[in-house]
């Protein structure tokens, strides 16, 4: 019986592991976890943000149409697509980007003034 009760325990173990991929254990937070999914790049992960915002838009557009006396089950959470929105925006690669601009500026300023110069 226990070795049963083993082998039952280590295969449920092992379909933990292959199928519980969605939610990862946040490193920072305990009792929080983190979610991903995958885009082609910085323009995909950009246009999904636009659309996820322009949903907001729409949303709240359409229920000022429609008044306070909509049905709740069909109301989108606004303030949860926002925060989603908020979370995909992809802040330290926006730091990268002002940092290269400001070196790249710079190396073009060094240049003009070489050809000035020379």
Excluded at 43 to 49: A, E, F, K, T
Excluded at 56 to 80: F, H, L, M, P, Y
């Amino acid at each position: 019986m226990e070795t049963n009760n083993i082998k039952t325990k280590h295969e449920l173990h092992e379909l933990v592991s292959a199928l519980f991929t969605t939610l990862t254990p946040d490193k920072q937070k305990k009792d929080l976890y983190a979610v991903s999914f995958t885009v082609y790049d910085y323009s995909h992960l950009m246009l999904i943000i636009s659309d996820l915002i322009r949903l907001c838009v729409r949303s709240i557009e359409d229920e000022s149409e429609r008044g306070s006396d909509s049905e709740e089950s069909s109301k989108v959470n606004i303030a949860q697509i926002l925060n989603i929105a908020i979370e995909l925006l992809p802040i330290d690669e926006a730091e990268f980007l002002d940092k290269s601009r400001e070196i790249l500026l710079k190396e073009i300023s060094n240049d003009v003034l070489e050809n000035q110069n020379s």
